[in-house]
């Protein structure tokens, strides 16, 4: 059984920067960190992809509203996944949810979710 706890998230004024973490337990696809990423969601929008590994490589990648931003990283000794936000922006304001692959190479589950809300 895989769970997912996010912290981090709160108010920042735009162009501050938070970190958001994602501690993790239980079983993944591939049973490495590689399977953390992060989305994120606003009231009226569908879900959409942030950040995470590639499932074999654990190579990095990234929407393309946040490149250059936005740093995936993770502690594979701790399970921890962390996204660094540097230069926010209020549109960045949303629902950021970890997120795992349990069955294949999709991301099939998330977290409850910690809010990241950006003053102009």
């Known amino acids: 059984q895989v769970q997912l706890v996010e912290s981090g998230g709160g108010l920042v004024q735009a162009g501050g920067s938070l970190r958001l973490s994602c501690a993790a337990s239980?079983?993944?696809?591939?049973?490495?960190?590689?399977?953390m990423g992060w989305f994120r969601q606003t009231p009226g929008k569908e879900r959409e992809f942030v950040a995470g590994?590639?499932?074999?490589?654990?190579?990095?990648y990234y929407t393309d509203s946040v490149k250059g931003r936005f740093i995936i990283s993770r502690d594979n000794a701790k399970n921890l996944v962390y996204l660094q936000m540097n230069s926010l922006n209020p549109e960045d304001t949303a629902v950021y949810y970890c997120?795992?692959?349990?069955?294949?190479?999709?991301?099939?589950?998330w977290g409850q979710g910690t809010q990241v809300t950006v003053s102009s």
């Open positions: 590994f590639t499932w074999s490589g654990g190579t990095p």
């Open positions: 239980g079983r993944t696809f591939s049973g490495s960190g590689n399977d």
């Open positions: 997120a795992t692959r349990t069955r294949g190479i999709l991301y099939d589950y």
